[in-house]
C-alpha cells in the first residue's frame, strides 16, 4: 500500500467522488484546503504518475454596467426602432429619440446601429431624418447574448451557443462586456492513480524540517522528507501598486524632464482668446462651432487680461499687423474672444508660457486635459489627455522638431516613426506623426510644427519655436497594448494586475 502525504491523499480521494476528472475549484471546495497547498500536491502527484494536469486558455464574459443596464431596458437602438413603432411606424429620428426617452449622446449611436442592423428605412424629408418601420424586428444575436448574461456574473465563452460568442467582440467594442482571459486548470486521475485509490492510501508522517530529534531517535527513517521544487510557482501576490496609465503618465514626464523640459499648467476654462485667437485661428474657423469645443453658458464672457496684445492680435488677424502677413481679413470681434469654452488643446498653456517668457532659450510641456465634443468609442473620447511641448531658440529648425519626435518615440519604446506633412492654422511648416498599434495599425499621434509669425510677434517672440501635441491616450494604448481607450480608465482588479509596463 502506497504512503502519501495526507494533502496528496485528499486530493486523490477527492477526484475519486467527483468522476475522476475535474477543474481545480472542485477539489478545492472538496477538500478546503489552499491553493497553494492544492497544486503543490498536484505537482507532487503528477511527479508520480497518479494524476494528471490539464491546462488551457479559456475566455470569461460578464456584462459591464452599461451592459448590464442595456439588458434591462433594450439596446438604444431596439428603443429607437420601438419609439417609432409606437409613433405609427414613421416619425423623425428627433420625434422617435424623445419618445424613446434617449440621451442625445445616445442617438447617433443608436442611429448608427440602426443602419448597420438595417432595423429601419432612412430617408431626408424637409431637413429631417426621417425612420420607417413595417413591424418589430427580431431579436439579434447581440440582444441574445445580454439577455442570457443578465444576473449571471462571469461566464466561460466556451459555454455560449456559437451565435452568443460571435456577437462578443461587437458587444465589447461597444462596452458592454467584459472580456478575460484565465488559465483553466484540470485534474484527472491516471490509470495507476485509480489502482491506487481502489487499493487504499496509507498516510506517511512528513516534516520539511530534519530535526535532532529526529536524528537521535533514529525516526527520521519513518519519516518523509517534503522535497523543495524550485521550479514550483510561490503563491500569488498583489502588492499595491499604481494604475498603469498613472504610471506612463509619470514616465513621460520623467523623461521630458530628463531633456531639460519644464512642465506648465493652465485653466480647463479658458477664453477663446488664448484657446483660438492667439493661434490665429480665425473666429470663423469651424473649430469654434459648438460640435467641436464645449461653450460654457453660465459665466458666458472672460476677461482679456492684456489690452495691449488684445490689440496686436486684432490688428494680425485683420491685416496681418507688423508680421507681414495680409491677416484673415475679416473684422475681428473682441466679444468672440471673451467667450469662456472647456480648452480643446494645450496650445492654450504654450500661448500664456511664452507670453511670461520671452528670451530664449524655452523649454516647456504640459500633460493635462482638453475636451472637445465627440462620439465615444474604440478611439475617441469627449475627455481625453494632451501632451504638448514648444522649444525656443535661436536657429531652430524643423530637423531639431523631427529628431525630437524622433527621439521621444524611442525613449518611450515606440518603435518605428512616421512623418508626412501637414497644415494647421498656427504652423508653417507643420507635421503629422504616426506609430504603429498591432490592433490598430498606424495610428496618428502627434501634430507639430513651426509656430507662425502671425502667432508669435505679437506675443513679443523674436526667435524660432516649435510646438508639438501629443493625444497622449493613443500613446498610452499602444505601449499598454490596449485596442480600446476606455480600458485606460478601468477599475476592474482583474484587468489591472495583469498589465505591466515594459520598463517594469
Excluded at 499595491?240 to 531639460?260: C, D, N, Q, S
Excluded at 462620439?375 to 504638448?388: C, Y
Excluded at 524643423?398 to 519626435?405: A, C, D, E, I
Amino acid at each position: 500500500m502506497a504512503k502519501l502525504r495526507k494533502d496528496e491523499a485528499e486530493i486523490l480521494t477527492a477526484l475519486k467522488n467527483l468522476g475522476g476528472r475535474c477543474v481545480v475549484n472542485e477539489v478545492l471546495k472538496a477538500t478546503e484546503l489552499e491553493d497553494a497547498a492544492v497544486m503543490r500536491a498536484a505537482l507532487a502527484l503528477s511527479e508520480e504518475g497518479l494524476l494528471r494536469i490539464h491546462e488551457r486558455e479559456v475566455s470569461w464574459v460578464s456584462l459591464t454596467e452599461e451592459g448590464a443596464h442595456y439588458a434591462e431596458v433594450g439596446l438604444p437602438e431596439r428603443r429607437l426602432v420601438r419609439s417609432v413603432i409606437l409613433l405609427g411606424g414613421k416619425a423623425s429620428v428627433d420625434e422617435a429619440a424623445e419618445k424613446a426617452g434617449l440621451e442625445k449622446m445616445l442617438v447617433s449611436i443608436a442611429l448608427g446601429w440602426v443602419r448597420r442592423k438595417g432595423l429601419a428605412s432612412l430617408k431626408k424629408v424637409g431637413g429631417k431624418i426621417v425612420l420607417e418601420v413595417s413591424g418589430e424586428p427580431e431579436e439579434d444575436v447581440d440582444e441574445k447574448l445580454l439577455s442570457n448574461l443578465k444576473g449571471k456574473g462571469e461566464v466561460a465563452a466556451e459555454s455560449l451557443d456559437r451565435l452568443a460568442a460571435e456577437a462578443i467582440p461587437t458587444l465589447k467594442a461597444r462596452n458592454l462586456l467584459n472580456v478575460s482571459g484565465r488559465v483553466r486548470r484540470e485534474f484527472e486521475l491516471t490509470q495507476e492513480g485509480w489502482s491506487l485509490v481502489g487499493r487504499g492510501v496509507e498516510l506517511a508522517e512528513e516534516t520539511s524540517l530534519l530535526s535532532p530529534e529526529l536524528i537521535a531517535t533514529g525516526r527520521w527513517r519513518d519519516v518523509r522528507l517534503r522535497q523543495y521544487d524550485v521550479t514550483a510557482l510561490p503563491p500569488t501576490l498583489y502588492p499595491a501598486r499604481k494604475h498603469p496609465y498613472t504610471e506612463f503618465l509619470e514616465e513621460a514626464r520623467r523623461i521630458l524632464v530628463g531633456m531639460g523640459f519644464r512642465e506648465a499648467e493652465g485653466p480647463f476654462v479658458e477664453t477663446e482668446f488664448w484657446n483660438f485667437d492667439v493661434l490665429f485661428q480665425a473666429q470663423d474657423h469651424p473649430a469654434r462651432e459648438i460640435h467641436d469645443s464645449y461653450i460654457l453658458r453660465k459665466p458666458r464672457l472672460g476677461d482679456l487680461e492684456d489690452p495691449e496684445l488684445a490689440e496686436k492680435v486684432r490688428r494680425t488677424h485683420e491685416d496681418g499687423g507688423t508680421t507681414g502677413s495680409r491677416g484673415w481679413g475679416y473684422r475681428w470681434d473682441e466679444n468672440i474672444a471673451r467667450r469662456l469654452v472647456l480648452r480643446t488643446q494645450t496650445t492654450a498653456v504654450s500661448m500664456r508660457y511664452l507670453a511670461e517668457h520671452k528670451q530664449p532659450p524655452i523649454k516647456m510641456f504640459c500633460l493635462s486635459k482638453v475636451f472637445r465634443p465627440d462620439v465615444l468609442d474604440a478611439k475617441h473620447s469627449m475627455e481625453f489627455t494632451q501632451l504638448e511641448g514648444i522649444v525656443g531658440d535661436q536657429d531652430i529648425t524643423l530637423r531639431h522638431l523631427l529628431g525630437f519626435l524622433q527621439s521621444f518615440a524611442e525613449a518611450l519604446g515606440l518603435g518605428e516613426v512616421r512623418f508626412k506633412p501637414s497644415y494647421f492654422p498656427f504652423t508653417e511648416p507643420s507635421v503629422e506623426s504616426f506609430v504603429h498599434h498591432k490592433a490598430l495599425g498606424w495610428v496618428e499621434f502627434v501634430g507639430a510644427g513651426m509656430f507662425r509669425p502671425e502667432v508669435l510677434k505679437p506675443l513679443g517672440i523674436g526667435f524660432p519655436v516649435i510646438a508639438w501635441g501629443i493625444g497622449f491616450d493613443r500613446l498610452a494604448m499602444i505601449s499598454l497594448g490596449i485596442d480600446d481607450i476606455r480600458e485606460l480608465y478601468t477599475k476592474r482588479l482583474d484587468v489591472l494586475r495583469k498589465r505591466s509596463l515594459r520598463w517594469m
